[in-house]
């Protein structure tokens, strides 16, 4: 009995695991793109470029919070520092 508690311990655990994974992977995969984004920027030489990857980074940097658990990042601020 003490072993399939153990089991049941042992699935809820990586149940858990697999929740705040997926939006940890989708935080790093935006702040990849604004990283693109940005050295595209700053290599860009018209006017016209540069506002579409400004407008583009912009999007990409507002969507990156919604990406990350309020519960998981709440206490280190990331969230809120990001959309500022």
Known sequence: ???FGLLIAGGIAALVLISTIGPMVGLAVS???L???LKQFLKA???RGK???GILGFIVL???P???SSYH???CGICSLSSL
């Open 1 to 3: 009995m003490k072993k």
């Open 31 to 33: 702040l990849v793109i």
């Open 35 to 37: 990283y693109f984004i």
């Open 45 to 47: 030489e018209t006017k």
């Open 51 to 53: 506002v579409g990857l």
């Open 62 to 64: 507002m969507a990156s």
């Open 66 to 68: 919604s990406q990350c």
């Open 73 to 75: 990042w709440s206490y």
